[in-house]
């Protein structure tokens, strides 16, 4: 193996997915994570000139900690885990849903943070290690749909700045956030919809999985200083909206189609 590696959770699909074919394209090995979606994982794997498939379920953190430890003793230059990896159900700040926020907090916060630790303690490189949190703008912009959601990224995102100071004297070890907006079709959207909500956001444009793929290929590269996090979303975080932009665009809608 003469490859860096890096591991992508949810790698499969999705922004998971255009990670994962970033990667590659640039050289790396790619270690493709998936729960349920087997086909996907191989198919994607096919195409790439170096790539495994793993399947773990996050929702097991004994489990997703013995599967870094297995790849940490195998994969001479870890240079990068990027967990992407996430839950997204609906719940309101109304109505907590207790089984979406036990799912939520294990596998969009517990497990990361877990795998976060195991890698840093076990991974080799002879450059850095890079630790990639994939959170949310929610972060700075939120709103009351999706309680259980919002609440286990923020739960992850604290985990960046301690992370970075619990290392602090391990010159080759990084720790990062990039919190994207709004990316792609998610929930129960049309894609019509996405061209609504998605523009609704400081620049009035569609913010692309390429922007996410650049921010991090960038960030795996170790030269940003550990802890920070980068907003990738055409300046939606700076907005104070009163719901999810699904919501948001259908009242648009439901305006303009009253108004008509």
Not at 23 to 40: C, K, L, N, P, V
Not at 79 to 106: H, K, T, W
Not at 135 to 162: C, E, G, W
Request: aromatic share 6%.
């Amino acid at each position: 193996m003469t490859r860096p590696a890096v591991l992508v959770t949810g790698g499969a699909t999705r922004i998971g997915a255009a990670l994962v074919r970033a990667f590659a394209a640039a050289g790396w090995h790619t270690i493709i994570h998936y729960r349920s979606s087997a086909t996907e994982a191989d198919a994607l794997a096919a195409t790439l000139p170096s790539a495994e498939t793993i399947a773990c379920n996050l929702a097991d953190d004994e489990a997703a900690v013995a599967m870094i430890r297995e790849l940490a003793g195998r994969l001479p230059d870890w240079r990068c885990l990027i967990n992407s990896a996430s839950v997204f159900d609906y719940d309101s700040v109304q109505g907590l849903d207790p089984a979406i926020f036990r799912e939520a907090m294990q596998v969009n916060a517990l497990a990361p943070a877990r795998m976060a630790q195991a890698y840093l303690a076990h991974a080799r490189s002879a450059a850095q290690r890079a630790v990639i949190q994939i959170t949310d703008m929610k972060l700075d912009n939120p709103n009351p749909d999706f309680f259980s959601y919002t609440m286990s990224k923020h739960a992850l995102a604290s985990t960046i700045a301690m992370l970075a100071k619990g290392h602090a004297a391990d010159p080759g070890a990084r720790i990062y956030g990039i919190a994207p907006g709004a990316i792609l079709a998610s929930h129960d959207q049309s894609e019509d919809e996405t061209e609504v909500s998605h523009r609704l956001n400081l620049l009035g444009r569609k913010t692309g999985p390429d922007e996410i793929v650049a921010a991090a290929l960038f960030l795996a590269s170790g030269v940003m200083k550990s802890g920070q996090s980068l907003f990738i979303d055409s300046g939606q975080h700076l907005l104070d909206q009163p719901r999810d932009v699904i919501w948001l665009a259908r009242e648009k809608a439901a305006a303009a189609g009253a108004a008509a």
